[in-house]
Antibody
Framework: EVQLVASGGGVIQPGGSLRLSCVVS????????MSWVRQAPGKGLEWLSV???????YYADSVKGRFTISRDNVKNTLYLQMNRLRGEDTAVYYC???????WGQGTLVTVSS | DIQMTQSPSSLSASVGDRVTITCRAS??????LAWYQQKPGTAPNLLIF???GLEPGVPSRFRGSGSGTDFALTIDRLQPDDVATYYC?????????FGQGTKVEIK
């Protein structure tokens, strides 16, 4: 069964950095588009970033220049490096395989002093 | 960027009713649209891909339609288990924008 397991969330102070991980099983992380989506408390879904099979990378304007998506084919893991975190980055972060499915279970990031 | 406008933002209907949620793109996106169901505390669950393709395992009372700029998700014979928030998402080109969501409740 295809599984995506996200981790790395936690409480971080404004201005801090955090790296999220998404371990993938049953397929190779470089064989699919892989993306990150977040959901602030009580709000809707926000697409953040995608890394294409060929390695092309795109970001939403809200995180461009602060967040970096990457993958490790050996560890079969997708990453999201988040720098200069702000209160509005507080959200559950989901990793997604392909254009729309499957999704990981999400990891909560709380930016607060 | 293409904007996705979903309506209504919420609705209340009776068990057995037919419910329709619409999603409009500010420019044409072909058939590159997905619909998700999300229940509190859980990740979104894919219902429909490519505007009208039913994800395996999803009940056939969920139907997707449309292409270009206007899309719809129809739930035939609404069930108590369908109480959730529903989102559309485009994926023709980046950004893969979501609609604002529609909260469905039972009367």
């Amino acid at each position: 069964e295809v599984q995506l397991v996200a981790s790395g969330g936690g409480v971080i102070q404004p201005g801090g950095s955090l790296r999220l991980s998404c371990v993938v099983s049953e397929f190779t992380v470089s064989d699919k588009y892989m993306s990150w989506v977040r959901q602030a408390p009580g709000k809707g879904l926000e697409w953040l970033s995608v890394i294409y099979r060929g390695g092309d990378i795109y970001y939403a304007d809200s995180v461009k220049g602060r967040f970096t998506i990457s993958r490790d084919n050996v560890k079969n893991t997708l990453y999201l490096q988040m720098n200069r975190l702000r209160g509005e980055d507080t959200a559950v972060y989901y990793c997604v395989a392909g254009h729309y499915s499957p999704w990981g279970q999400g990891t909560l990031v709380t930016v607060s002093s | 960027d293409i904007q996705m406008t979903q309506s209504p933002s919420s609705l209340s209907a009776s068990v057995g009713d037919r419910v329709t949620i619409t999603c409009r793109a500010s420019q044409g996106i072909g058939h590159y649209l997905a619909w998700y169901q999300q229940k509190p505390g859980t990740a979104p669950n894919l219902l429909i891909f490519d505007a009208s393709g039913l994800e395996p395992g999803v009940p056939s009372r969920f139907r997707g339609s449309g292409s270009g700029t206007d899309f719809a998700l129809t739930i035939d014979r609404l069930q108590p288990d369908d109480v959730a928030t529903y989102y559309c998402q485009k994926y023709d080109n980046v950004p893969w924008t979501f609609g604002q969501g529609t909260k469905v409740e039972i009367k």
